[in-house]
C-alpha cells in the first residue's frame, strides 16, 4: 500500500502505488510505438509541440473513469475528464476563490439564504443549443434524484437548499428553492445559512447537462453521449482503454490551445508504467512514483513539481461487518497500525496524519488526536471483545490497489504490526474498478483509500466521510453524536460554534475509528519542459484546468519557460 499523491469529492483516490490521482500516467504495450493514432491525432512520440499545421495533443494515462455522468461522478478519474466536458456555474481560483464561469455573476441577500445567477449569454452546449437558467434548474433537480443522490457527491453538499427535503421524501415534484427567473437568472434560496454555497456550485457534478440527450438515450444517455458546455468535447471512447476529447471551438471562454486530450488506461501498475512512458517521450504529464523523483529531476527535458493536496490517506473499516461491527476490535486495528513504521518504508510526499482534518482546511489543529501505537491495549481491547488465543479473530480481508513491490512492502510493515496484536489481515489486490466497486457497494470489510477535499472546508471530510446520511461514508458508520456535532456545525453562522463542533466532531470519529488516518499527502508530477500554463490548487490534480495549458516553443531541446510552480 502505498499513499496518493494527489479526488472525488472528497474524492475517491485508490491507495496504492501512488496511481492514486487522475493523471497517474502509463502507456499499454501495443502503444509503445507513436504513430498517428486512431483517433485521428497525431502523437508526436518525443513530446515536442505539433507544427502549425498538425493537432496538439495531451497524452497521459489513468484509471478507466467509472461514469462520463457528472451527477454519478465520485472519484477523481471520472471527476477529470468530467472536468474537460462540462461547466459548473462558479469557478474557483488557484487560491480557491469563487470565480465566474458559466454564471457571469451573482447577488446574495443580506441574510445569506438567497442567490441570484446571470448566465453568461451565449453558453452553448456542444450540441449547439444555448444554455438557459432552465438547463441549470433540471440539471441541479436531477442531483437529488435516484441513483444520483446516492452515488454522487454534490447532494451532501447542497442540502441547504429550500425543498430538498420535501422533494427527497417525494411530497414535492420541484425543488422550491430552485428556479429560473427568466432566460439568464437563477435563483437559489436556501432554507438555512450556507458559508460554502458557492464553492459546492463549482463542483463539476452541478455542471448544466440537456435534458433533450438523456430523453433520447435514456437515463444512461450521458454516458454514451456525452455533451456538456465546457472546453474540451467528447470525441470517442474505447472501453477500459481509453477516452478521447477535442477542442471545443465554441468554448464560451476561448478555445484551448491544445487541440486533444487522450486519457489512456492501461491494466497494471499505472503509475510506474506511466512514468516510463513519460522517460520514453509517449506521454506529457505524469505523477510519479515517490522513488523514482530524484531520477526524473535529473532527466534534461522535464520538470518535477510537488502538488500539496488537501488529502487524507487512510484504512477504512465497514462498521457493520463482524468482527468490525464491534467499536473495541476497530479501535484495536487503529492502535495495533505502525503507522510510522509504514511511512519509513516509503516516507516521499508524506506527512503523519494528526486526525481527520489536513492542514490547510479551516479547524485543523496540530495537536495530535491519535492515540500512539499501543499493542498490549490494543491485545485489551481485543479481549474485552472476546478474542484471544482460545478464540481468535477471524481473518480480515484487506482490499486495496494493484501495486508496486515497494508498496507491497509497506502492505506488509501493516500486516505484521496487526499480527502482533492477534490480528490476521489478507491483502486482496485489486483493480481500481473492482475496489472501487467493493468499497461503492458497501462489500469490502476494510481497505485502503485517500480522500481529496471537494470544497476547502471541514464538511468535506468530516460530514462527507462520518456524517451517517452521507452517500460516501462507506464504512456504514453511525454515532447520534458525530450527526448532532455536524448539524449545530451547519447550523450555526458563529465560527467560533462551527470550529467547536467540528473538533469535537473529529475528536469523537478518531475515537470510533470507522478509519484510521494514516497520512497526509502530496503529489509529484513530472512533466514535459515545454508545456506552460499549469495552475495548481489544493483540490487535487483532477481539478487541472486544463484549457489554460499550452505549448511552447523550445531552444536547443529545452523549453524557454516553464509551467507556474
Known sequence: MDTPASPRSGRLVALGAVLLLLLAVALPAVLRTPPASRDGVAA???????????????????????????????????????AQVYSPLVGLTSDLE??????????????????VFEIRPGVRFHNGREVTAADFVYSLTRLFQEPFRS?????????????????????ADTISGIRALDRYRLEISLRRPYESLLHALALDQTSAVPKEVLER?????????????????????????SITLAASDDYFMGRPAIDSLIFFAPPGDVSEAGANALLDGHATLS????????????????????????????IGMNATKPPLD?????????????????????????????????????????AGKIPERDVATA??????????????LPPITYWTSISSAKGRLVDSVMVRSLAEAGITLKPRYESWMVLDHAITQRKAAMFGLA???????????????????????????????????????????????????????????????????????????????????????????????????????????????????
Open 44 to 82: 508526436r512520440g518525443d513530446g515536442a509541440p505539433a507544427t502549425d499545421t498538425e493537432p496538439r495533443s495531451f497524452r497521459f494515462y489513468q484509471e478507466y473513469p467509472n461514469t462520463l455522468d457528472p451527477a454519478r461522478s465520485a472519484d477523481s478519474y471520472s471527476a477529470g475528464i468530467i
Open 98 to 115: 469563487p470565480t465566474p464561469q458559466a454564471a457571469e455573476s451573482w447577488i446574495i441577500s443580506r441574510d445569506g439564504r438567497r442567490y
Open 151 to 171: 452515488e454522487g457527491l454534490a447532494a451532501t453538499y447542497l442540502d441547504a437548499i429550500a425543498g430538498v427535503p420535501e422533494f427527497v421524501a417525494g411530497k
Open 217 to 241: 438515450y435514456g437515463p444512461g444517455g450521458l454516458e454514451s453521449h456525452p455533451v456538456g458546455t465546457g472546453p474540451y468535447r467528447f470525441v470517442r471512447r474505447e472501453p477500459e482503454r
Open 287 to 314: 505523477i510519479l512514483p515517490s522513488h523514482r523523483i530524484e531520477e526524473f529531476r535529473a532527466r534534461p527535458g522535464l520538470v518535477v513539481l510537488r502538488w500539496q493536496d488537501l488529502s487524507l490517506s487512510f
Open 326 to 366: 464491534d467499536v473495541r476490535v476497530r479501535r484495536a486495528v487503529a492502535l495495533a497500525i505502525d503507522r510510522e513504521g509504514m511511512l519509513r518504508v516509503r516516507p516521499e510526499g508524506k506527512t503523519m496524519a494528526l486526525g481527520v482534518l489536513p492542514p490547510g482546511i479551516p479547524g485543523y489543529s496540530p
Open 379 to 392: 491485545r485489551a481491547l481485543l479481549a474485552a471483545a472476546g478474542y484471544g488465543p482460545s478464540h481468535p
Open 451 to 565: 480522500w481529496i477535499a471537494d470544497i476547502p472546508d471541514p464538511e468535506s471530510f468530516l460530514r462527507s466521510l462520518a456524517y451517517s446520511k452521507s452517500s460516501t461514508n462507506y464504512f456504514e458508520y453511525a454515532s447520534a453524536r458525530v450527526d448532532s456535532l455536524l448539524e449545530c456545525a451547519r447550523g450555526t453562522r458563529d465560527s467560533a460554534v462551527r470550529a467547536a463542533c467540528y473538533r469535537d466532531a473529529e475528536i469523537q470519529t478518531v475515537h470510533d475509528a470507522p478509519f484510521v488516518p494514516l497520512y497526509y499527502t502530496a503529489s509529484f508530477i513530472g512533466m514535459r519542459d515545454n508545456v506552460a500554463g499549469l495552475e495548481m490548487n489544493p483540490l487535487g490534480i483532477s481539478t487541472l484546468a486544463m484549457e489554460k495549458l499550452h505549448f511552447i516553443e523550445t531552444t536547443d531541446g529545452h523549453a524557454t519557460r516553464h509551467a507556474a510552480r
